[in-house]
C-alpha cells in the first residue's frame, strides 16, 4: 500500500463549480499535512496547511480525520486559474521527532482542470 | 531575485555521462533538499542538508553525491549516468528542520538520460 494515495483523475469540472479530493495515509504516527499545488511543468507550491480541527483558507477548505487517516480539500467556485495537480503531503516523524528526521511524502497527485 | 534557483533547466546527455546540478537559495534558510520526480509524477525525496550536514539520504544509488558549501548552496552531482536517473529534480529549502515549515522549491532541471 502506498503511503499516501490519491486518485489520480483528471477532474474536469465547469467553472463555479465545487470539487473535493480526497487523500489517505498509511501511517498512523503522521505528524503534519499539507496541500501543495503543482502547475504543468513548474515547481510544487504550498496551498495550505491541514490541522486537525480543519482550516479554511478563502475558497479552499481542508479537513483532517485522524482516525480514518484521511485528509481532504474542498474548493468552492472554481476559476480558471485552479487548474493544476494537487499533491497530498504527509510528514512522518523519524525516531527523534523534531530532529530532522522527519520527511515530506507526496501523493502521485489529482489532476483538475477547470472548464469554461 | 529568485528565491530558490536551480542551473541547468535542461540538461542532455549520454548514459555513463557525469553531471551535476547546481541550487541555491536566497531565502536565508538553513534546510536544503533534493527530490525526484519520476514520469508518472510522483515525487520523492532524495535527500536533505540542514546547515551543510546531511540529515535525509533516502537510499539513493552511491552514483548520487550532494554538496553543501555552504547553507546558501546544494548541489547534486550523478555518476555514470543511467537511463532510469532521466526525471526532473526539484531541489527546495525550508527555515529549518521542522516538518511544519512550508518548503520552498526551485523551478526544477528536467535530466534525459539517452
Known amino acids: 500500500r502506498k503511503e499516501v494515495e490519491q486518485d489520480p483523475g483528471p477532474f474536469n469540472v465547469p467553472e463555479g463549480a465545487t470539487v473535493a479530493f480526497n487523500c489517505t495515509y498509511s501511517?498512523?504516527?503522521?505528524?503534519?499535512f499539507f496541500w501543495y499545488r503543482q502547475d504543468c511543468r513548474k515547481e510544487p507550491k504550498l496551498l495550505m496547511s491541514v490541522y486537525s480541527s480543519g482550516n479554511e483558507d478563502g475558497r479552499f477548505t481542508a479537513q483532517l480525520n485522524r482516525a480514518s487517516q484521511y485528509i481532504s480539500l474542498l474548493i468552492r467556485d472554481s476559476k480558471l486559474s485552479d487548474s493544476a495537480t494537487y499533491l497530498c503531503v504527509v510528514t512522518v516523524g523519524g525516531r527523534d521527532y523534531g530532529r530532522g528526521n522527519e520527511k515530506l511524502t507526496f501523493g502521485t497527485g489529482t489532476r483538475l482542470t477547470i472548464i469554461p | 531575485d529568485t528565491a530558490v534557483s536551480q542551473t541547468p533547466k535542461y540538461l542532455v546527455t549520454q548514459m555513463g555521462n557525469d553531471k551535476s546540478i547546481k541550487c541555491e537559495q536566497n531565502?536565508?534558510?538553513?534546510?536544503m533538499y533534493w527530490y525526484k520526480q519520476d514520469s508518472k509524477k510522483f515525487l520523492k525525496i532524495m535527500f536533505s542538508y540542514n546547515n551543510k550536514e546531511l540529515i535525509i539520504n533516502e537510499t539513493v544509488p552511491n552514483r548520487f553525491s550532494p554538496k553543501s558549501p555552504d547553507k546558501a548552496h546544494l548541489n547534486l552531482h550523478i555518476n555514470s549516468l543511467e537511463l532510469g536517473d532521466s526525471a526532473v529534480y526539484f531541489c527546495?529549502?525550508?527555515?529549518?528542520?521542522?516538518?511544519?515549515?512550508?518548503?520552498?522549491f526551485g523551478p526544477g532541471t528536467r535530466l534525459t538520460v539517452l
Open positions: 531565502l536565508g534558510h538553513d534546510t
Open positions: 501511517n498512523s504516527a503522521s505528524q503534519s
Open positions: 527546495a529549502s525550508s527555515q529549518d528542520l521542522r516538518a511544519t515549515n512550508e518548503q520552498f
